[in-house]
C-alpha cells in the first residue's frame, strides 16, 4: 500500500577534509523531537483516506437491476464491485469498512465469484440472502464470517413499499455484531496519491458492456466523482443524489461457465479475479491504460501503470467494474 505521508527530514551534517590528520571531535545528537509536530499519517487502506482506527471488513451483496433500485447504503461502501452473474445481468458486493450505514439493501443471494473475491480482506463478514444448495459447501469452506439471512435473520427484516425478493435490508450493525473475529482493514494493493503525469487520455464518458447490463461513467467537475447511469437512467441513491465516485476501475478478467446454474438453466459465470491483465482507470477527467496482478485469492489485486508504476487511484469510494473485452453468456 503507498500512502500519503508527512516527514520531519532530521538535520544533515555536512562534512569537510582538510590537509592535516583528523581530529576526532564529539557524534553529533539528533534534534530533539518537536511535540508540535503533526504525526505521521497514512491514508485507510481502501480508500487512501485520513482515519482513526482499522475497522472490520463487511461485505453485502446487491441487487443491481431496476426492481431493486434505489438502492440503499452504496454511497457509504469503501468498495463496491460490479459482477457478471446470470444471463448476462450484473450484481454488486459493496465492501465497508471506514464508513458504515445503519441499513442496507436490497440484500440478494451469493455467487460463487464472491468467494473468489473475499480472501483477499482476509475472513470478512459476508452478508447475502441464500445461495443454491449445491453451494453450501462452498460457502462454508470460504475465508469468511457467514451473517447471510439464514445464520443471522435478527439483522434483515422486509422493507415496506417494495415487494419481494427486492425488499430484503439489513442492520449493518446487527450483522458486524454475529462476526465479533471479522478481519479488519488492511492492504489490498490499492495505492492512492497523485494522478501519473502521462498517459492520461482526457474524456468525459465511458461506457462498459456486460450482455444485459451497460454502465455509463460521466466525469463531474463540480462534484470531482464519475457519476452513474446504468441503462441509459441515472443510477440513484435511496438517500438521495446520483450515484458515483473519485476512481473507476474497468477490470477486464476472464469470465466463463462455472458448475452452477439457475432455475431456467442459465449458468452462472465464474469470473477469474487471480492472474493478470488489463484495465482502465478512470480518475479526475481522464482514463489511464493500466495492468493488474493479484497472485493468489489471499493477495490483494495490484494495478501498475504501462510502465510498471502504480496506477495511484483518487483518495475516495472506488468502483471495481469486472468485465470482459468479449462479453459472452456463459
Not at 16 to 41: H, L, N, Y
Not at 59 to 82: C, F, H, M, R, W
Not at 132 to 138: A, D, I, R, S, V
Not at 267 to 275: A, D, I, M, Q, R
Amino acid at each position: 500500500m503507498i500512502a500519503v505521508t508527512l516527514a520531519v527530514l532530521g538535520p544533515v551534517v555536512a562534512c569537510s577534509s582538510g590537509g592535516g590528520a583528523a581530529t576526532p571531535s564529539k557524534a553529533p545528537q539528533a534534534a530533539p523531537a518537536d511535540p508540535s509536530a503533526a504525526p505521521e499519517e497514512k491514508g485507510h487502506p481502501f480508500t487512501g483516506l485520513p482515519y482513526e482506527e482499522l475497522k472490520p471488513v463487511l461485505a453485502v451483496k446487491i441487487e443491481n437491476t431496476a426492481a431493486g433500485k434505489p438502492q440503499l447504503g452504496l454511497k457509504s461502501a469503501d468498495i463496491v464491485y460490479v459482477e457478471q452473474v446470470e444471463a448476462g445481468l450484473t450484481r454488486l458486493m459493496a465492501v465497508f469498512s471506514s464508513k458504515l450505514p445503519a441499513k442496507v439493501g436490497p440484500v440478494r443471494s451469493a455467487r460463487i465469484s464472491d468467494l473468489h473475491i473475499t480472501p483477499q480482506f482476509g475472513k470478512p463478514a459476508f452478508a447475502y440472502s441464500g445461495v443454491q444448495t449445491k453451494m453450501l459447501p462452498f460457502v462454508a469452506e470460504a475465508s469468511l464470517f457467514d451473517v447471510g439471512d439464514t445464520r443471522n435473520p435478527g439483522a434483515f427484516f422486509r422493507q415496506p413499499g417494495r415487494y419481494a425478493p427486492y425488499n430484503l435490508f439489513a442492520n449493518t450493525r446487527q450483522l458486524l455484531a454475529k462476526a465479533p473475529k471479522a478481519t479488519k482493514a488492511k492492504d489490498i494493493g490499492f495505492t492512492f496519491g497523485e494522478a501519473p503525469a502521462e498517459g492520461g487520455v482526457e474524456k468525459k464518458t465511458w461506457t462498459v458492456k456486460w450482455p444485459a447490463a451497460t454502465f455509463t461513467f460521466g466525469w463531474s467537475e463540480t462534484k470531482k466523482q464519475w457519476l452513474i447511469w446504468q441503462d441509459g437512467k441515472k443510477n440513484m441513491a435511496a438517500e438521495g443524489g446520483q450515484l458515483g465516485a473519485p476512481t473507476i476501475v474497468i477490470q477486464y478478467t476472464k469470465t466463463e461457465r462455472s458448475e452452477f446454474h439457475d432455475k431456467n438453466q442459465s449458468y452462472t459465470p465464474l469470473v477469474h479475479t487471480v492472474g493478470k491483465g488489463s484495465a482502465i482507470v478512470l480518475r479526475e477527467g481522464k482514463a489511464y491504460k493500466a495492468r493488474w496482478s493479484r497472485e493468489s485469492e489471499e493477495d490483494g489485486t495490484t494495478f501498475t501503470t504501462a510502465s510498471g508504476e502504480p496506477m495511484n487511484f483518487a483518495p475516495g469510494q472506488v468502483w471495481v467494474a469486472l468485465a470482459s473485452r468479449k462479453p459472452v453468456i456463459p
